[in-house]
């Protein structure tokens, strides 16, 4: 498996609370993605990253944000939590924007 | 990821039947494709993908797929079907024309009854 690290892997918190959700890969790679995953509805893209510093919206950005500081970490942000984004996340890195991606094994998060 | 679509929301098959499922996408010129699955309870792995050649390509635990391009399809098929491949399939294309996203159909749940 690709070096993916997700963190934490289960939280619950209350609406209304920031959260930040934590990617962390070891291969290097240049392409992050952050996926939402919900029944009925597969994954859905909430941001991308292509570099350092460089972010841009999925199709469910909305209530979030995000940032990528270094190669290595990329930082989801429920900016104000709400029931609605309880969910499963899933960060996917790959190297190349036309190659496959490698998923990390997903946070849980339940908003309450 | 509307440009994705996966027929089959949920099948539901007897061991050794054979199984396809499809995909297609709407993206013109170069694509790349892939087919991923999720086992219950784990995440996305990489089960095939095509780039170029032969278009009929051969991934992990015996699934295939093919690429007809007239046809904006890349579905996935297996011969005989085992309890162990029930879980949810997921097809995704990559094309310079969606720029860096990297978007998946919404899925099809695979349940294989003993």
């Known amino acids: 498996d690709a070096g993916i690290t997700q963190s934490p892997r289960h939280k619950v918190t209350e609406t209304g609370t920031p959260v930040t959700l934590r990617c962390h890969q070891t291969?290097?790679?240049?392409?992050m993605y952050w996926y939402r995953q919900d029944p009925g509805h597969g994954l859905r893209l909430i941001h991308y990253?292509?570099?350092?510093?460089?972010?841009d919206k999925g199709e469910v950005s909305d209530g979030y944000s995000v940032s990528r500081s270094k190669t290595e970490d990329f930082l989801l942000t429920l900016e104000s939590a709400t029931s609605s984004q309880t969910s499963v996340y899933f960060c996917?890195?790959?190297?190349?924007?036309?190659?496959?991606?490698?998923f990390g094994q997903g946070t849980r998060l339940t908003v309450v | 990821a509307q440009s994705v679509s996966q027929h089959n929301h949920h099948v539901i098959l007897s061991e050794a039947a054979s199984l396809e499922l499809g995909c297609n996408y709407s993206?013109?010129?170069?694509?790349?494709l892939f087919w991923y699955v999720q086992y219950p309870g784990q995440h996305l792995q990489l089960l095939l993908k095509?780039?170029?050649?032969?278009?009929l390509v051969k991934g992990i635990k015996g699934f295939e797929a093919e690429f007809i391009k007239s046809k904006f399809s890349f579905n996935l098929r297996k011969p005989s079907v085992q309890w162990s491949d029930t879980a949810e399939y997921f097809c995704?294309?990559?094309?310079?024309?969606?720029?860096?996203?990297?978007?998946f159909g919404t899925g099809t749940s695979l349940t294989v009854i003993p």
């Open positions: 996917a890195i790959s190297e190349r924007r036309d190659r496959e991606a490698f």
């Open positions: 995704a294309p990559k094309s310079p024309n969606t720029g860096n996203q990297f978007y």
């Open positions: 291969e290097n790679h240049r392409y």
């Open positions: 990253s292509y570099g350092v510093k460089d972010t």
């Open positions: 095509y780039f170029s050649g032969d278009p």
């Open positions: 993206y013109g010129g170069t694509v790349n």
